[in-house]
């Protein structure tokens, strides 16, 4: 793809400079470091989703990014990722305020029952909406949003023309401590990934998968070639990666960001 200065990566002021980003998931840890690491590469306008959002919730990270990032609006924004009703109106309200949007990551932390016999079909349905619902509505709805184009320069701190349709969604699973109601949850998201790539054809979007390991917190004795548990922000680092031009000919992928655990251990983290 060639892209224009507007989504080039080498850009000075950020290589996600301008963009408009929603991240679900946003109060666990991962979705945090997430809209750090959009914030830190320029990215113009975070919606902070979460079932309860509010300002509250928000706040240190409101703290956190008004003085080291006074530039990236964030937005706490109640959001119920198993509603397509909300994620058109999440659309919306993005396409009024900014004009454009330009990355959707998806990242849900439900691990349901740890055994098969205590798994049941509601909790089934739930985790199954949980991690792949979001993910096949922002597929369904955000790519038309994402080509809009802009011609002229919003009034917002570091708004930027969009001349060119461009689009990432994120897909964000994995993690320790899931169950097998878990795992055929995540393979469901990843359905959506892969099924997405033919779905997208034509729209300058792309769409990838995060599997991540264990991260800090998570007690776990599965080991890994680093001989550590991972952090957040490590994974946020690849989110930013899969949102900017350096990832443009990277779609349909699964990118692992688990110290090596899935090379070691084959048969526990399959994805």
């Known amino acids: 793809m060639d892209t224009t200065e507007d989504f080039s990566p080498y850009r000075s002021d950020g290589k996600l400079y301008g963009f408009v980003c929603v991240v679900t998931g946003a109060s666990a840890p991962v979705g945090q470091a997430i809209i750090e690491e959009l914030a830190a590469h320029g990215a113009a306008s975070i919606y902070a989703c979460d079932k309860t959002a509010d300002a509250d919730l928000f706040s240190s990270l409101s703290s956190t990014l008004s003085t080291t990032y006074p530039n990236t609006k964030l937005i706490p924004y109640p959001f119920d990722i198993t509603s397509e009703d909300a994620t058109l109106l999440l659309i919306d309200e993005a396409l009024a305020a900014f004009g454009r949007l330009d990355i959707w990551v998806c990242s849900a932390s439900l691990l349901g029952p ?6 049941t079909p509601d909790t089934l349905t ?15 709805w955000a790519p038309a949003a994402m080509g809009k184009l802009t011609t002229k320069k919003g009034s917002y701190p570091n708004a930027v023309e969009k001349r060119q349709r461009y689009g990432s969604i994120i897909v964000v699973g994995g993690g320790e401590g899931g169950g097998p109601g878990f795992v055929m949850a995540e393979y469901a998201a990843l359905g959506v990934v892969k099924a997405g790539v033919g779905c997208l054809r034509g729209t300058g979007v792309r769409i990838n998968f995060v ?18 548990v991972g952090r957040p922000q490590e994974v946020a680092r690849v989110a930013g990666f899969l949102a ?4 443009s000919y990277v779609n ?20």
């Open 211 to 228: 599997k991540m390991g264990v991260l800090e917190g998570e007690d776990t004795k599965t080991p890994n070639g680093l001989e550590r």
């Open 114 to 119: 740890a055994t098969i016999h205590d798994t």
């Open 252 to 271: 349909g992928a699964t990118l692992v960001v688990d110290g090596g655990a899935s090379v070691m251990n084959p048969l526990i983290t399959p994805i």
């Open 244 to 247: 900017s031009g350096f990832s």
């Open 126 to 140: 739930q985790l199954i909406q949980a991690h792949s619902l979001a993910p096949f509505f922002a597929l369904k």
